[in-house]
């Protein structure tokens, strides 16, 4: 291959990729309104790109559930419940407790467990007091959920779970925070003791143990959710939050 042909095909997966950021992040910011046909031709102006690249993030956009065909034809943004986002949750506890428990069950060495152990010990020192040092905290939290589902040596496991995080609402670190506001502290401690929780039992290979604290531990962000929704803070606590239809706090 030609140095000019690899040079075009990469940058063609760099404007992919752009592009479909960029759509990602229009459709949590709410820029486009649930049930609202996405037109090709129109985003092409918007974006300025060609239609292959924008064809290719509806695509897969589509694919991670944020939009859903139209019996017309294209694409259309996609309306959630809060029964969704409650489910979401629930079935993100149900798989982490499965990775958990294959964890501990497939644990080998325990040097295996280093990587997740210095997540750990970082989210520790830090002092959640401020927007910047919760968000590097959150950071860290997503990472340690990563490197849980990894342990689990599950390839399966992990596309499954990595097709439902997709879903703005479902991460294990959804949640952002304007900088007036802060975590609620009991829950908070409670997420803390969890981890701590969950890796002393990966380190004693208690697969029962781990995934029932690890359900458990999901069950945080919908109590969490649950707190701001009765704040009337939805709107900026969650990101795609303009794509759920909030009718009431179940």
């Known amino acids: 291959m030609s140095r000019d042909i690899r040079n075009s095909n990469l940058e063609f997966v760099s404007q992919t990729g752009r592009t479909l950021l960029t759509l990602r992040e229009l459709l949590l910011r709410g820029e486009f309104k649930p049930g609202e046909r996405l037109s090709e ?34 694409f ?21 407790g499965t990775a958990a428990r294959l964890a501990a069950e497939r644990l080998g060495e325990q040097s ?11 989210m520790d020192v830090i002092a959640n007091n401020t927007f910047d040092a919760f968000a590097h905290y959150m950071n860290l939290n997503g990472e340690f959920h990563q490197e849980l589902v ?43 003791q969890h981890h701590h929780a969950i890796l002393e039992a990966l380190e004693k290979r208690q697969g029962t143990r781990a995934e029932a604290i690890a359900r458990e531990h999901s069950n945080l962000a919908r109590r969490h959710l649950e707190l701001v929704l009765s704040d009337g803070e939805f709107e900026s606590f969650l990101p795609g939050a303009s794509l759920v239809r909030v009718s009431a706090v179940n």
């Open 112 to 122: 295996e467990l280093a990587r997740i152990k210095e997540l750990q010990r970082q």
């Open 41 to 74: 031709l129109a985003l092409v102006a918007r974006l300025s790109v060609s239609r292959t690249p924008i064809r290719l993030a509806l695509d897969r956009l589509a694919h991670e559930g944020l939009l859903e065909t139209s019996p017309s034809g294209g």
């Open 150 to 192: 990894r342990l689990a040596k599950s390839p399966m496991l992990e596309r499954t779970l990595g097709h439902l995080t997709s879903l703005p609402f479902a991460a294990p670190s959804a949640g952002v925070f304007s900088r007036s506001q802060v975590p609620h502290r009991d829950l908070a401690t409670i997420g803390w």
């Open 76 to 96: 259309v943004v996609r309306e959630f419940t809060l029964e969704d986002v409650w489910d979401a949750i629930e079935m993100r506890g149900v798989l982490e």
